[in-house]
């Protein structure tokens, strides 16, 4: 009896391995095409990369490698639905904001956008010191990414995904050489399919060592600052400053080679926030309101993985560096028509995780 009782133990079509910004949205996108499905997150859903990012969707060529630039562009589009939808799904507010990013520059070759600026720098942004400093404007969003992570996890568990927090997977489970399961610190889950957006992690999970790393990013927030001091997100080659609807400002960021620390260094914080103050005198009247470090998932190449790997079953969404946020829309879509053997709207190869098989 108790044999018969182990045999029909609980299993998803689908078992996704990670449960940031790109885990959460796939697994919304696959319960759209009626697939079961569980999503297993080491720690607490979205508290990685996702919780820790600034939320630029930055999809301009100036900013993203060419093989990347169609499936920026394109999730750059997908980005307002993909937001309206989910703060419909889960009564909450992502701060999506339109009002476009203007950047700085001290050298006249590092400008080579098109766009110039819409009215005088002054005008623009007139707490700004940017006077002498060469700028364009670019138009972009920008969203709150920890606001847009509880939504896209309240939004899942409305949809009736499945998650286990906590829980760490080490390794694919195998049968006649295809995946069925993971498992995990705990336990064993079956599925005829396994995604992992393990993120930074994911190369730690066999039978297949991704080369993706940890790259250490610090930030800090403040507030406090006059009402509405900035309208555009402002980026400059020593500091960027992303502005919310609620009135905090962020200010970032390193990008650091230092495995998996996510200590923070209060020499870099304060050097941070002086060359923000540089920037915009007024953000002296600011206090800080937090500092944190995040670890985002950096290839060889710069580029994500995504696709399936040669172990039939087993696939994977993982890679994306500095753009999870920006790239959430298009990888969910892209890794659902992926995974239920659909054709992929866009061209993945460069992506493959087959590219580092040597």
């Given at each position: 009896?108790?044999?018969?009782?182990?045999?029909?133990?609980?299993?998803?079509?689908?078992?996704?391995?990670?449960?940031?910004?790109?885990?959460?949205?796939?697994?919304?996108?696959?319960?759209?095409?009626?697939?079961?499905?569980?999503?297993?997150?080491?720690?607490?859903?979205?508290?990685?990369?996702?919780?820790?990012?600034?939320?630029?969707?930055?999809?301009?060529?100036?900013?993203?490698?060419?093989?990347?630039?169609?499936?920026?562009?394109?999730?750059?589009?997908?980005?307002?639905?993909?937001?309206?939808?989910?703060?419909?799904?889960?009564?909450?507010?992502?701060?999506?904001r339109d009002q476009g990013a203007i950047c700085l520059s001290?050298?006249?070759?590092?400008?080579?956008?098109?766009?110039?600026?819409?009215?005088?720098?002054?005008?623009?942004?007139?707490?700004?010191?940017?006077?002498?400093?060469?700028?364009?404007?670019?138009?972009?969003?920008?969203?709150?990414?920890?606001?847009?992570?509880?939504?896209?996890?309240?939004?899942?568990?409305?949809?009736?995904?499945?998650?286990?927090?906590?829980?760490?997977?080490?390794?694919?489970?195998?049968?006649?050489?295809?995946?069925?399961?993971?498992?995990?610190?705990?336990?064993?889950?079956?599925?005829?399919?396994?995604?992992?957006?393990?993120?930074?992690?994911?190369?730690?999970?066999?039978?297949?060592?991704?080369?993706?790393?940890?790259?250490?990013?610090?930030?800090?927030?403040?507030?406090?600052?006059?009402?509405?001091?900035?309208?555009?997100?402002?980026?400059?080659?020593?500091?960027?400053?992303?502005?919310?609807?609620?009135?905090?400002?962020?200010?970032?960021?390193?990008?650091?080679?230092?495995?998996?620390?996510?200590?923070?260094?209060?020499?870099?914080?304060?050097?941070?926030?002086?060359?923000?103050i540089a920037l915009v005198p007024a953000l002296s009247q600011?206090?800080?309101?937090?500092?944190?470090?995040?670890?985002?998932?950096?290839?060889?190449?710069?580029?994500?993985?995504?696709?399936?790997?040669?172990?039939?079953?087993y696939f994977v969404a993982t890679g994306h560096f500095r753009?999870?946020?920006?790239?959430?829309?298009?990888?969910?879509?892209?890794?659902?028509?992926?995974?239920?053997?659909?054709?992929?709207?866009?061209?993945?190869?460069?992506?493959?995780?087959?590219?580092?098989?040597?």
């Open positions: 009896m108790s044999s018969r009782y182990n045999q029909r133990v609980k299993s998803w079509d689908v078992i996704i391995i990670g449960g940031g910004i790109i885990g959460l949205s796939l697994s919304i996108a696959l319960r759209k095409r009626g697939a079961t499905v569980l999503l297993v997150e080491r720690g607490e859903p979205g508290r990685e990369a996702s919780h820790a990012a600034a939320g630029m969707l930055a999809d301009s060529p100036r900013e993203t490698p060419p093989a990347l630039q169609p499936l920026a562009r394109a999730s750059a589009r997908m980005h307002p639905e993909f937001v309206h939808e989910l703060q419909d799904e889960s009564g909450m507010e992502a701060d999506l001290d050298a006249r070759h590092e400008l080579t956008e098109p766009d110039p600026l819409p009215a005088p720098l002054a005008e623009l942004e007139p707490a700004l010191a940017g006077a002498g400093r060469l700028a364009i404007y670019l138009k972009e969003r920008s969203v709150d990414p920890r606001a847009l992570t509880s939504a896209a996890l309240k939004a899942a568990r409305h949809r009736g995904v499945d998650i286990s927090s906590g829980t760490e997977v080490g390794s694919v489970l195998l049968s006649d050489g295809r995946a069925v399961g993971v498992t995990t610190d705990k336990t064993s889950y079956g599925a005829p399919a396994v995604v992992n957006c393990a993120g930074a992690w994911a190369g730690q999970v066999s039978p297949h060592a991704f080369p993706t790393r940890p790259v250490k990013g610090q930030m800090l927030s403040v507030v406090g600052a006059p009402r509405a001091l900035l309208r555009h997100v402002v980026r400059a080659p020593e500091v960027y400053l992303v502005p919310r609807s609620d009135g905090r400002i962020l200010i970032g960021a390193t990008v650091e080679e230092a495995g998996y620390d996510k200590g923070i260094d209060a020499d870099t914080i304060h050097r941070m926030h002086q060359a923000a600011a206090r800080v309101l937090q500092a944190w470090a995040g670890l985002r998932p950096g290839t060889p190449d710069n580029l994500p993985i995504l696709g399936a790997t040669q172990t039939p079953g753009d999870g946020i920006l790239l959430a829309p298009v990888t969910a879509h892209l890794m659902a028509q992926i995974v239920t053997g659909a054709r992929p709207e866009y061209d993945v190869s460069p992506f493959s995780p087959g590219r580092f098989a040597n």
